[in-house]
């Protein structure tokens, strides 16, 4: 039963360039989570998303981010622009109650570190 | 809104010895899911223990335990027997009943001394 998959797990890019990072959630589970972990630091929420819906972005950056879960295939965590501010750790993790509850356990996925240079 | 505190940010412990770790949360809904994960150096997080607000007992799962005293609004992580294995940041969390997003605290990092 793979857990929850994201890649890749590295990614350098360049001031100005995008950074695309992809999230499969756990089979059956239909919600999946976006937070950001800066150096040092806990994690900080960033998206909600279900197939096709963004239930709760209130902690994405208003500018340059944003996501989407299409019906086929891994969630996608798209930030235009990268500025080295940028530079964290992404985590996705995913739930399987639907609706979920607060003792729904999220799983998260290895995380992708993002380099901006 | 909902707030977890951590105020610990570095601990050691004696391997084979018991170690706790403080958590203390703050929310104004009365049904919540108390959460602790660990992150090891390579950087993933492990889900732990899970303690539901209306809970009657104290979670265990394993070496660890979660002492949860409700009106004290604390979830402090119980890890018992320590190992070299276990020294990694660990990290609080909570949901509420709005079941989105979990609050992290700041993390503890734990070093299990030989």
């Known amino acids: 039963n793979a857990g929850v998959m994201q890649n890749p797990r590295h990614l350098v890019r360049r001031r100005g360039q995008e950074a695309r990072l992809r999230c499969s959630p756990m089979?059956?589970?239909?919600?999946v989570y976006w937070y950001r972990q800066l150096p040092e630091e806990g994690l900080k929420f960033m998206v909600y998303l279900q197939k096709e819906n963004i239930i709760d972005e209130s902690g994405m950056p208003k500018e340059r981010f944003s996501a989407e879960f299409p019906k086929e295939g891994p969630s996608i965590l798209r930030i235009q622009q990268v500025v080295r501010g940028d530079s964290a750790a992404y985590f996705c993790?995913?739930?399987?109650?639907?609706?979920?509850?607060?003792?729904?356990?999220?799983?998260f996925g290895p995380g992708t570190r993002l380099t901006v240079l | 809104a909902q707030k977890i505190t951590q105020t610990q940010p570095g601990m050691f412990v004696q391997e084979k010895e018991a170690v706790t770790l403080d958590c203390t949360y703050d929310?104004?809904?009365?049904?919540?899911?108390l959460f602790w994960y660990k992150q090891p150096s390579s950087g993933e997080m492990i889900f732990l223990i899970y303690q539901g607000s209306y809970d009657q007992q104290n979670a265990t799962e394993g070496r660890y335990s979660l002492n949860f005293q409700k009106a004290r609004k604390s979830a402090n992580l119980v890890i018992s027997a320590s190992q070299l294995g276990d020294s990694a940041m660990y990290f609080c969390a909570m949901r509420d009943t709005n079941a989105g997003k979990s609050t992290f605290g700041d993390g503890t990092t734990l070093t299990v001394k030989p």
């Open positions: 089979k059956g589970h239909s919600h």
């Open positions: 929310t104004s809904d009365p049904s919540y899911g």
């Open positions: 993790a995913s739930s399987k109650s639907s609706p979920p509850r607060a003792g729904d356990t999220q799983y």
